[in-house]
């Protein structure tokens, strides 16, 4: 059964109309209509949104193509550079703690800066510092991303090809500022623009990517920060 049957499942076992659910999770009633009927894709928002409708639990509509789990793998110097980012502001450092706020005992609302996005150019700068909140449930946060600890995630957008096949384009990227491992992919910043790549520290501290046409980075003598980890991505999926 694929999301769009769940969605109508769903509907139908709480006996609404389309647009009783499109009234009851504010999602409009033609995006209803599309998602029902196969004819759309369905973002990550929307989806949250018509699962509190619908009292489920948002992996009622578990897809492997959804969401993915970013593991750790070793550095080999046949790896090179990353995706490239530009901020938007200077909200995602790792000096500033980022806490999600907690809306109940098992939801937690996590930041989204659409602005802030990874591109395989130089990338867009925008002065915008406001972030929309995304509401995600805690047991679907420890089953996909294997998150322990709610506090400093946020939400930014990846394109580009600098870190396929692992990171699809126009995915969205899960970041937990904190430690980074070795071979843990992060976000980093290298003067004034951001990069998603995979990380080496020893024996030189730096930068590759999971595409072999990118060259890798040396972080020494640069002016750079760490900023966190990327935890794992979602992508918008067709119906």
């Known amino acids: 059964m694929n999301i769009s049957e769940k969605i109508k499942v769903g509907r139908e076992n709480k006996g609404w109309t389309q647009a009783e659910l499109a009234a009851g999770s504010g999602v409009s009633l033609d995006s209803i209509k599309r998602y029902e009927s196969k004819n759309s894709n369905i973002t990550i928002e929307n989806l949250i949104k018509i699962a509190d409708a619908l009292e489920v639990d948002l992996n009622f509509f578990r897809s492997d193509e959804f969401v993915t789990k970013l593991l750790p793998s070793p550095v080999?110097?046949?790896?090179?550079?990353?995706?490239?980012?530009?901020?938007?502001?200077?909200?995602?450092?790792p000096k500033q703690e980022i806490s999600p706020q907690t809306l109940n005992d098992d939801i937690v609302s996590i930041p989204f800066y659409e602005d802030i996005r990874a591109s395989a150019g130089s990338g867009a700068y925008n002065e915008a510092e406001t972030a929309e909140q995304l509401n995600f449930p805690k047991s679907f946060l420890r089953q996909y991303f294997g998150i322990i600890s709610f506090a400093n995630l946020s939400i930014i957008i990846g394109s580009g090809d600098s870190m396929f096949p692992t990171l699809p384009e126009n995915c969205y990227l899960v970041i937990q500022q904190g430690n980074v491992k070795e071979g843990e992919i992060c976000v980093a910043r290298i003067e004034d623009e951001l990069y998603v790549k995979r990380l080496q520290k020893l024996p030189k501290l730096k930068l590759f990517s999971d595409n072999k046409v990118y060259e890798p980075i040396e972080l020494e003598g640069k002016n750079f920060e760490i900023i966190g980890r990327v935890v794992g991505y979602f992508k918008k999926t067709s119906l």
């Not at 080999?76 to 450092?93: D, E, F, M, Y």
């Open 76 to 93: 080999t110097k046949s790896q090179k550079v990353v995706t490239k980012l530009s901020p938007t502001h200077t909200n995602l450092s």
